[in-house]
């Protein structure tokens, strides 16, 4: 298939970052587009369009090849607006590529992955998301931080985004080691979707001080896939929490 594809992304976001890693593991080649957040550019109306959410990534293919930077609106494209469905759907359109699914008969196998990675996607992500940040210190900050103390606000919001992260890394350590699936990775011996949702969060979570000493399990697999050049060049600099 001809394609051609653009991933509406932010060095930051956790969730841009698994799109990244599934592109990179399976070796399909991508142009980037920054949306600046911190700036809100998110939801400026261009982008609102590709995106009705307002977040990213946003993952965009053009049906034919296209040369020079991203395409015109008129050529036709499809949009895919969640992470997890975006990844999916390569795992199943470009089915030459490195499985990021283990087989169809192997389903608890596939059901764990998928169980990992909402772990990640549904039940933690989420609540750290910098618009749940923004409507905490909008509502929240006057009658908590009287006098408006920014700073102490700030860091209030940030021990809660690391609340968030250390309770969804303990499920996902607990939900590893009592599970009969093992081997390197989240799943088995190979990578899987799972990884990929891991592994943007331990970013994260390192970005936020969180001792990752307390989950055996995830360290080593976080240790493989580091090994792995596809993961380490998804991580993008200046993530800028600090
Ligand atoms: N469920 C969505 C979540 C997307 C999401 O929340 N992205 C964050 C960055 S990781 C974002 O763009 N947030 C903007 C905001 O919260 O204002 C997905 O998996 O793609």
Redesign the pocket.
Known sequence: MTHSIVLYS?PI????ARVRLALNLKNLAYKTVNID?ANQR?LDSEYVQINPS????ALVIYKSGVKGSVPDESTPRIILT???AAIEYLEEVFSDSRRLLPPLDSPLRRAHVRTLVEII?SDTH?LT???VS?FIQEKFREPFSPGNDDVGFGMLVKEWDKHWIIRGLTVYEKTLTSSEVVGRFSAGDEVTLADIVLVPTLWTAEEFGVDLDDYPRIVGIYGEMMKIEEVRLARQKGKGFE
């Open positions: 932010n976001s956790d969730c841009a957040l998110n307002g977040t990213v990534p969640q992470s997890i996607s989420p998301s910098p618009r923004r």
